[in-house]
C-alpha cells in the first residue's frame, strides 16, 4: 500500500526558509509524477512544484519559481521542498501526491484529481 509522509511544516516569519520532506513508501513504480500541492483556507488546493521521479524534470507554478526548488533521494525515496522567501501568502496546508504516470505534464499542477495517493499534508504558517 502507497504511503506519503509529509514532515519539515512550521511557523517562520517573512523571508525565512523551511524544507519540507515526503517520504514514500509501499510502491515500485519506477517513475512517476511528485507534486506539492497546498490549500489554504477557503481556496482551492493548487499545486506548487512536481518532479518526474524517473528523469528529475522539475515544473513550478509561477507564484513560487524562483523561490522554491523541489528535489529528490532516490536512495531514501524521500522528496524535498525547499522554500526560501517565504511570503505570507504562502500559509497553507502542504501535501505531496503521486500520479502513476511517466512524466508530470504542466497541466498536472492545476489537476489534483490526476493523483491517486495523497499524504496527510504538513502545515505551514508566515507571519509578516
Known amino acids: 500500500q502507497v504511503q506519503l509522509r509529509e514532515s519539515g511544516g512550521g511557523s517562520v516569519q517573512a523571508g525565512g526558509s523551511l524544507r519540507l520532506s515526503c517520504a514514500a513508501s509501499?510502491?515500485?513504480?519506477?517513475?512517476?509524477?511528485l507534486t506539492w500541492f497546498r490549500q489554504a483556507p477557503g481556496k482551492e488546493r493548487e499545486g506548487v512544484a512536481s518532479?518526474?521521479?524517473?528523469?528529475?524534470?522539475?515544473r513550478y507554478a509561477d507564484s513560487v519559481q524562483g523561490r522554491f526548488t523541489i528535489s529528490q533521494d532516490n536512495a531514501k525515496n524521500v522528496v524535498y521542498l525547499q522554500m526560501n522567501s517565504l511570503k505570507p501568502e504562502d500559509t497553507a496546508m502542504y501535501y505531496c501526491?503521486?500520479?502513476?504516470?511517466?512524466?508530470?505534464?504542466?497541466?498536472?499542477?492545476?489537476?489534483?484529481?490526476?493523483?491517486?495517493?495523497w499524504g496527510q499534508g504538513t502545515q505551514v504558517t508566515v507571519s509578516s
Open positions: 518532479i518526474t521521479t524517473g528523469s528529475g524534470n522539475t
Open positions: 509501499g510502491y515500485t513504480y519506477s517513475t512517476d509524477c
Open positions: 501526491a503521486v500520479a502513476v504516470a511517466t512524466y508530470c505534464p504542466t497541466t498536472y499542477l492545476r489537476s489534483p484529481n490526476r493523483f491517486e495517493y
